[in-house]
């Protein structure tokens, strides 16, 4: 996902054509723009920047990223970038399931979620995805989704999608709680639940992820490569003979938005052999690995 403005396009027609020297710039700039904001909850302000910023990273030409990614400059402030998205998706979810439960209609309120389409987009091509690694949805099967945070419509879009159940975990007590708050708003009953855990403990992860056909980790789920190497060792301790594992990475420029999260990894960390790897050419941001135990 991205805290991007689809509206703001129109701003920013010459993308395609920007050299690299151009990008790595306006970057560093975006960046400096928004270490500069007291506050990253949604804003007009706050949009713009961080809407150039994805644009900058989703349709610039594929050819100049190498030579972005190596320039020193970006090296140096990219931990940082990647930490100020996740606090801006975090703070942009958290507004808008606020506004959701205090809506009189939640599903009408949740239309004019200005980014429903873009989750929409990602949950059908992870979907796709586990069916071209050879998953079948049966009746009795169960979804995890580690890292749902206070607006979990990934969960909630395949619940429907796949017409099974889903978990959603994250570690934040207030965000698991907005979750629970929200999903029982939008679709009660058993289906869907929500628990506060943590990916990275294995004793956690032992008890939540027993039966699940299919666990799915979002893309904010540890920003460093080591973080999501405790986050796999975990997973992968506790995960079946034959399940799926749907990691959300990142590539190209799309990599200053989300951690990478590489194959090798989780094989060696996972125990799971990779199956599915997809890179969207289009306006989905997230790659999506499917990997089986």
Not at 168 to 188: G, K
Not at 250 to 279: E, F, I, N
Not at 285 to 293: K, T, W, Y
Request: aromatic share 4%; charged share 20%; proline share 6%.
């Amino acid at each position: 996902m991205s805290v991007a403005d689809p509206r703001t396009a129109e701003f920013f027609p010459d993308v395609e054509a920007t050299p690299a020297g151009g990008l790595r710039d306006r970057i560093v700039s975006l960046h400096e723009q928004l270490s500069r904001l007291g506050n990253l909850a949604p804003a007009p302000d706050v949009n713009t920047l961080f809407g150039e910023l994805v644009r900058l990273c989703v349709h610039a030409d594929s050819r100049a990223a190498p030579l972005v990614l190596a320039d020193i400059r970006i090296r140096r402030l990219r931990p940082d970038l990647l930490r100020l998205c996740s606090q801006g998706e975090s703070l942009l979810e958290q507004a808008w399931a606020h506004r959701i439960l205090q809506a009189p209609d939640p599903w009408a309120e949740l239309g004019r979620f200005t980014y429903l389409e873009n989750y929409q987009q990602l949950s059908r091509l992870e979907v796709h995805a586990l069916a071209g690694a050879g998953h079948v949805s049966r009746p009795g099967g169960r979804v995890c989704f580690l890292g749902g945070g206070p607006l979990p419509l990934s969960a909630l879009l395949m619940h429907r999608e796949l017409g099974v159940a889903v978990d959603v975990v994250d570690n934040e007590p207030r965000a698991a709680d907005l979750a629970r708050r929200l999903l029982s708003s939008l679709a009660p009953g058993p289906g869907l639940r929500v628990f506060q855990a943590d990916a990275t403990s294995a004793e956690d992860m032992a008890r939540l992820l027993a039966g699940c056909d299919v666990i799915v980790v979002a893309a904010l789920v540890g920003r460093t490569r080591d973080q999501k190497r405790a986050m796999l060792r975990a997973v992968g301790q506790a995960l079946e003979p034959g399940a799926y594992l749907v990691v959300r990475s990142a590539h190209g420029l799309r990599s200053l938005l989300y951690a990478v999260v590489d194959p090798g990894d989780v094989a060696d960390a996972a125990d799971c052999v990779p199956q599915v790897l997809v890179h969207p050419l289009g306006e989905v941001v997230n790659s999506v690995l499917v990997a089986r135990r």
